[in-house]
């Protein structure tokens, strides 16, 4: 294993891990006081992001950004920090285009790559529309389909306190195996409801109940059948 320091790549062995990880650790405390000292922006709240000069995806998604002190997570996953009015994400290889930096205030935040190439980001504050769903009951229970008509999705919506807690299942390619994660969905027309990079929307006719959208690297949709209701 190597650890980069300031001015070296040291080597990490069994024989010195325990003083390497005890340096590691001083430094942490170290930049910690130091970024206490200089100040940090509040940031939590609700984003739309989309990729900036970009051509492998264009969809906008929604995202949840929470704060500690200056530790920025996204989706629970410790993503980066602010330091006065600046915030810094990525991780990995400091020169592959991970690691995004951007100016907080105005009307949106854009994150550029710190060194070497890659694609940008754009932050947008999020407020949610004044609507409500004409017939609640119309989405609520588990519905499936297949994205692209390729691959199985899977979704079950449940009400919540802040709008619907939906439970949302993928294969990522035919046959393969279902991966599983939750998020928060809120109404986004009267026969709409949105979270992440996906609205599901209520058909008023034909052979399926529902549709939803994916926003993902390829914009993806689904025709949905409830296989089970309130």
Request: with cysteine.
């Given at each position: 294993?190597?650890?980069?320091?300031?001015?070296?790549?040291?080597?990490?062995?069994?024989?010195?891990?325990?003083?390497?990880?005890?340096?590691?650790?001083?430094?942490?405390?170290?930049?910690?006081?130091?970024?206490?000292?200089?100040?940090?922006?509040?940031?939590?709240?609700e984003y739309e992001i989309s990729?900036?000069?970009?051509?492998?995806?264009?969809?906008?998604?929604?995202?949840?950004?929470?704060?500690?002190?200056?530790?920025?997570?996204?989706?629970?996953?410790?993503?980066?920090?602010v330091v006065e009015?600046?915030?810094?994400?990525?991780?990995?290889?400091?020169?592959?285009?991970?690691?995004?930096?951007?100016?907080?205030?105005?009307?949106?935040?854009?994150?550029?790559?710190?060194?070497?190439?890659?694609?940008?980001?754009?932050?947008?504050?999020?407020?949610?529309?004044?609507?409500?769903?004409?017939?609640?009951?119309?989405?609520?229970?588990?519905?499936?389909?297949?994205?692209?008509?390729?691959?199985?999705?899977?979704?079950?919506?449940?009400?919540?306190?802040?709008?619907?807690?939906?439970?949302?299942?993928?294969?990522?390619?035919?046959?393969?195996?279902?991966?599983?994660?939750?998020?928060?969905?809120?109404?986004?027309?009267?026969?709409?409801?949105?979270?992440?990079?996906?609205?599901?929307?209520?058909?008023?006719?034909?052979?399926?109940?529902?549709?939803?959208?994916?926003?993902?690297?390829?914009?993806?949709?689904?025709?949905?059948?409830?296989?089970?209701?309130?």
């Amino acid at each position: 294993m190597r650890l980069s320091g300031e001015d070296s790549v040291r080597i990490v062995t069994p024989l010195n891990v325990d003083a390497v990880s005890a340096e590691y650790e001083g430094r942490r405390a170290t930049y910690a006081a130091a970024i206490r000292a200089r100040g940090f922006a509040s940031l939590a709240g609700e984003y739309e992001i989309s990729s900036r000069r970009c051509s492998e995806w264009s969809g906008v998604s929604l995202i949840t950004l929470t704060q500690e002190e200056f530790v920025v997570r996204f989706l629970g996953i410790t993503g980066g920090v602010v330091v006065e009015r600046t915030l810094v994400t990525g991780g990995g290889d400091a020169n592959d285009g991970s690691y995004l930096s951007g100016t907080i205030g105005g009307s949106t935040i854009e994150l550029r790559p710190i060194e070497g190439r890659g694609c940008g980001s754009l932050l947008t504050p999020y407020r949610r529309p004044d609507v409500r769903l004409e017939q609640p009951e119309s989405l609520i229970g588990s519905w499936e389909g297949l994205w692209d008509g390729e691959f199985g999705v899977r979704f079950t919506i449940t009400p919540s306190d802040s709008g619907y807690t939906v439970r949302y299942e993928w294969q990522d390619h035919a046959g393969g195996a279902y991966h599983v994660a939750t998020a928060s969905f809120h109404p986004s027309s009267k026969r709409s409801i949105r979270g992440a990079a996906i609205e599901i929307t209520v058909e008023q006719d034909g052979e399926y109940g529902a549709r939803a959208v994916g926003q993902f690297v390829k914009t993806r949709t689904a025709k949905l059948k409830r296989v089970s209701g309130p």
